[in-house]
């Protein structure tokens, strides 16, 4: 093809999934999407599913995935017909895409590539995406896949810590898999496991909670930390039982009474002082500078519109967006014969504007506000090695003064 092209953009409809499919079939030897995966996507309210249209033929298309109450894009597929390649359509397409985030008040896009398909690799670095990931074994044939990511708005200095990542693997255990986060990033050697997850939940949770098992509340998780060896600063907005209007029946009112009762027991024999004070992105980004991680509660309506509390880890500020380690990795339109849409570079330094931030971080009608912020303990002085630094330092003025005198007398 020598003349110009010159392409079109439309939003992808059912009626063109017969040549979605076979440009599908045509581009890619497996991980392809099926045409009830197509039909799915094209309905979903959180992508942008665009076709590349040229003479009235479609020519290729880009799925760009949004998550919900972040600022975050994600590019789940991009496909041009062999037939039309090799005329920077690939690179009009991926313009497109990224025009469409930005209109949709997305910060970052990120992707994986095939470590083998090189010329998508040269593409996406000359369009200025930074590799950070690397995932093993990750395409059907064992290939792995290259991770990227390109800060479309408001490019700032980000102060981060080194989070690792942990998805949680019961939908009630949040808290365990963020505080198992907070720790090994203080200390790295530690090991990250379903086992210490389940531990920690019997440890920290409140018994019941909504219609299911009972999730974990602040004080639960500061004493589980402190039980570590980890030091522990608590904010938490209300001094009564938390999470009480959750539950219907007295009998489990009670309990969550008594659990908290025991909690707060505790909490005073380990010395472990709770704060009712709000806590502001300032000084949380003053404590993380200091080498704290902070673990927060946020609603997770604006992500998932279910009304749950739900734990996550800052990991990182700027002054436009937090960024969270979330251990729920969603499946954007997953459905129950494929796999989900979300990787676990999804649920890391994940871009949230300060103002969704601070709503997300109100639970409940009553707008609770728990912080836990996580440290490693200051390692305590003997008092025999405290008498030893005091001897050395009177023995060096002792010294000093004698040298004086000598000198004096010479």
């Known amino acids: 093809m020598n003349k110009k092209i010159t392409p079109n953009f439309r939003l992808a409809m059912v009626k063109d999934i017969p040549r979605l499919a076979k ?12 045409r009830r995966s197509f039909h799915r996507l094209i309905k979903n309210g959180h992508a942008k599913f665009l076709c590349l249209i040229v003479d009235k033929t479609i020519a290729g298309y880009g799925l760009l995935f949004f998550r919900r109450g972040t600022s975050l894009a994600r590019l789940y597929s991009l496909a041009i017909d062999p037939q039309y390649q090799g005329q920077g359509l690939s690179r009009l397409l991926m313009d497109e895409l990224e025009k469409k985030a930005i209109e949709a008040s997305k910060s970052s896009i990120r992707l994986e590539v095939r470590a083998d398909n090189q010329s998508a690799i040269q593409l996406y670095e000359k369009l200025g995406y930074k590799r950070f990931k690397v995932k093993l074994d990750y395409y059907e044939d064992h290939t792995k896949a290259l991770c990227y990511e390109k800060r479309l708005l408001r490019p700032q200095k980000l102060f981060k810590i080194k989070v690792p990542y942990y998805s949680q693997t019961t939908d009630f255990t949040c808290g365990p898999s963020s505080l198992m986060m907070a720790m090994t990033a203080l200390e790295p050697k530690r090991v990250m496991s379903q086992s210490l997850e389940l531990d920690l939940w019997r440890e920290a949770t409140t018994i019941f909670m909504l219609s299911g098992h009972g999730g974990c509340g602040p004080r639960g998780l500061a004493l589980a930390a402190w039980r570590r060896g980890f030091a522990v600063d608590v904010h938490i907005s209300r001094r009564d039982e938390l999470f009480l209007d959750s539950v219907r029946t007295e009998k489990k009112k009670n309990i969550i009474k008594l659990v908290h009762r025991d909690f707060t027991e505790k909490l005073k024999t380990a010395k472990i002082a709770v704060s009712h004070t709000p806590v502001t992105l300032k000084q949380i980004k003053d404590k993380m500078k200091a080498g704290i991680v902070p673990i927060i509660l ?15 880890v800052i990991s990182g500020l700027d002054e436009h967006y937090v960024y969270l380690h979330d251990p729920d990795v969603l499946d954007d339109g997953k459905d129950h014969e494929e796999s989900g849409l979300s990787t676990d570079y999804d649920g890391v330094y994940i871009p949230v504007p300060h103002q969704k931030f601070l709503e997300m971080a109100r639970w409940g009608t009553k707008k609770l506000e728990a912080v836990v912020f996580i440290s490693r303990k200051k390692p305590k002085v003997s008092k025999t090695r405290k008498t030893f630094k005091k001897s050395v330092k009177v023995q060096i003025k002792k010294g000093i003064k004698a040298g004086m005198k000598k000198k004096t007398k010479n």
């Open 23 to 34: 440009i599908e079939e045509t581009c890619f030897e497996s991980d392809r999407l099926s």
């Open 298 to 312: 946020i609603s997770s309506y604006q992500i998932t519109h279910t009304k749950t509390p739900h734990w996550v």
